[in-house]
């Protein structure tokens, strides 16, 4: 047994002094007649060893009861063999401040309730002692040992975050400050742990002691909006743009009638009414129709009470106003190309001649078409590459005097199916995909009286799996005529047969030809996200749209900052280094003009309120953690030191120096002598 305050042990010399007191105590005697005196002697005798007897076990109750108060002062405890008690303490504590904590236990919220406790337990440790506070920012300064005054300012500082992390990130970045630290170490998790974060690592360095102090709160139904994304994979303007709205009711019981509205560019209005049953995923879609080009900033909301962090969606995407397309031609413009590009609305059609090309001027444009072109240059080849690799796109027709050795130079570049012989035979067309989104939602129905384009000759395209070539439209005989490739951010589009309408009437069959060239332009090869998760490491890339090396882009919205941002190749990789805390639209800016948006949402990993309870902790962790219990009402600086120092015995003592003033009290007042 070892004492906190073992000085306290000097007040056992105060014992001396009832002991004095039983020696020099002299009793006045009480005169007792007696008829017969012969019977004084006895009564003397035996009335003076009972007093004897009374007296001494009297001293022997106060000297004990007096010694249990001097022990109990000096708080003796157990140590625990496991800890080296003239070392210092390192102590990292976790505080779980997500959505969660919010929840309410009686009339507080868990994330006060956990700060409370969590000061309590640094109060428990000595000045010299060292500490870490860590929360779900997980941020730079909560990777360092602080003193106890800087720890307890820490905690009180805590607020709710946005920012969740599964527990057993956490635990890793505790254990990591405790490497070459020779002390006692504890970690204390703080925490309502809710089942989608409770993955505790079962294999916890045996050097560290771990304790968990579960909080249980009042449990919540909650219904989120999960995500939106629009069925196309580029919506389109002047056209019903079906959305997809995934609701989920994470509750115990059914909810009817939930209202859902819509924000469309600042204008609200409502969706509709919805019943979803309980633990259960609802889904709906419903049309926009954007009139305007531009930046489309649309808000998904629904009414739901008291969670309300996961109750709006916010998605955030751009419409082209104009769509640039750039025809690379060896000899004569396509006419028919021109006139149906000058014919749409918002397009924008450049012709450039093989011999004059304009390399730096790819990247704004949409989609380049290489058309009846011969000979295709190594630079134009290493352009045409970078470009798709970037996310551009490109369609090729080739020339029917086209060098195939040398196109094939491009093909074999983008990893695509080459070119073999030309077939001079005639052609036609049987079959059309139109579950591709060239040719998706194009036609009402498909049937033996479309119109599909035949050709005079074509060029047979190898067929290797590999390639990942899809086709578009097919010969009869099941080879290509159009297919498309998925390459990296851009796609690659491969005709079999020259444009030319000596050699293909493509260009005359309108139903074909206006749809896929319209859709080819705007379409993308990699969508961006319509919005982004907060907590998640989020990256996007923007094209360089200046040639200056101290180009610094902004981000702008709920807060301001400057985004990690590396140059690569022919564009920038914006990276949001975690620095978004609050959901909104976010504008990326160069020189106050926006070059991008973004929507934040936040994680909806706290959506989930269901918990593991106190039962499953102790049955899954007990093993590897010290699980405390009842611990909402308990004084912390006991439990601290019973988990830290061992048995703490001073209660013990103090229920002992009751128990022997008791018995005292008893022999004074029913042992007459």
Not at 229 to 258: C, I, M, R, W
Request: charged share 25%.
């Amino acid at each position: 047994m070892q004492f906190v305050f073992p000085s306290f042990l000097w007040a056992l010399l105060l014992l001396a002094i009832p002991i004095l007191i039983h020696l020099f105590y002299f009793r006045r005697f009480k005169k007792v007649y007696f008829t017969n005196v012969k019977f004084l002697k006895e009564v003397k005798e035996e009335t003076s060893n009972r007093s004897r007897i009374r007296n001494l076990l009297v001293l022997l109750s106060r000297l004990a009861a007096l010694a249990a108060l001097i022990f109990a002062f000096a708080q003796p405890y157990l140590a625990d063999k496991s800890l080296n008690q003239n070392r210092d303490n390192f102590v990292s504590l976790f505080v779980d401040n997500s959505f969660s904590m919010q929840s309410l236990s009686e009339d507080v919220p868990l994330i006060d309730k956990a700060k409370a406790k969590a000061r309590e337990i640094v109060d428990a440790y000595s000045e010299t002692d060292q500490f870490q506070i860590v929360t779900n920012e997980l941020s730079g300064k909560q990777q360092r040992w602080i003193s106890k005054e800087d720890a307890l300012s820490t905690i009180d500082e805590i607020e709710i975050t946005p920012k969740v992390n599964k527990l057993s990130k956490i635990v890793t970045r505790q254990t990591q400050l405790f490497d070459n630290v020779k002390a006692n170490n504890s970690i204390y998790i703080l925490s309502d742990f809710q089942q989608n974060i409770s993955d505790l690592p079962t294999d916890i360095d045996t050097n560290l002691n771990v304790k968990i102090l579960p909080f249980t709160s009042i449990q919540e139904n909650n219904i989120s909006i999960d995500s939106a994304y629009f069925l196309s994979p580029v919506p389109l303007k002047n056209q019903a743009n079906p959305l997809v709205v995934k609701l989920h009711n994470y509750g115990t019981e059914a909810k009817n009638d939930v209202r859902l509205f819509i924000n469309e560019n600042g204008q609200t209005k409502p969706v509709g009414k919805f019943n979803i049953e309980a633990n259960s995923t609802k889904t709906d879609t419903f049309d926009l129709v954007f009139l305007e080009g531009g930046w489309q900033n649309i808000e998904i909301k629904v009414e739901d009470f008291p969670i309300q962090f996961d109750d709006s969606y916010l998605v955030s995407f751009q419409l082209n106003n104009n769509v640039k397309i750039l025809s690379l031609n060896d000899g004569r413009d396509n006419k028919y190309l021109t006139s149906l590009l000058r014919g749409l609305p918002n397009f924008q059609l450049t012709n450039q001649s093989i011999s004059n090309i304009k390399y730096s001027e790819f990247g704004s444009y949409d989609l380049i078409i290489l058309n009846d072109i011969r000979n295709i240059s190594s630079g134009l080849v290493t352009e045409i590459e970078n470009y798709v690799i970037n996310g551009g796109k490109v369609l090729l027709f080739p020339s029917r005097n086209t060098d195939i050795n040398n196109t094939n130079q491009l093909l074999s570049k983008l990893a695509v199916n080459t070119l073999a012989n030309y077939d001079a035979n005639e052609r036609e067309v049987f079959k059309i995909n139109t579950k591709e989104f060239i040719f998706e939602n194009v036609y009402e129905r498909i049937d033996n009286n479309i119109k599909l384009p035949s050709t005079k000759g074509n060029f047979t395209v190898t067929n290797f799996t590999s390639r990942g070539g899809e086709n578009l439209l097919n010969y009869r005989d099941g080879s290509p005529f159009l297919q498309k490739y998925q390459k990296e951010k851009g796609i690659f589009y491969l005709c079999a047969a020259p444009l030319s309408e000596n050699e293909n009437n493509l260009v005359k069959i309108a139903e074909v030809f206006v749809p896929m060239i319209y859709k080819m332009a705007l379409s993308k090869g990699t969508v961006k996200p319509l919005a982004y998760s907060i907590g998640k490491d989020n990256i996007s890339d923007v094209p360089n749209i200046s040639t200056g090396n101290e180009t610094i882009f902004k981000i702008k919205g709920a807060t301001e900052f400057i985004p990690g941002q590396t140059r690569i190749g022919r564009k920038t990789v914006i990276d949001f280094n975690n620095q978004v805390d609050k959901s909104g639209i976010y504008d990326l800016t160069l020189n106050d003009s926006i070059v991008d948006r973004y929507a934040f949402n936040y994680n909806r990993l706290e959506s989930d309120l269901s918990f593991v309870g106190l039962n499953e902790i102790k049955e899954k962790y007990g093993d590897q953690y010290q699980v405390f219990e009842n611990f909402m009402k308990a004084e912390m600086g006991t439990l601290v030191k019973q988990a830290d120092k061992g048995r703490v015995l001073w209660r013990l003592f103090i229920i002992l120096a009751l128990i022997f003033l008791a018995i005292e009290t008893l022999l004074l007042r029913f042992w007459k002598v």
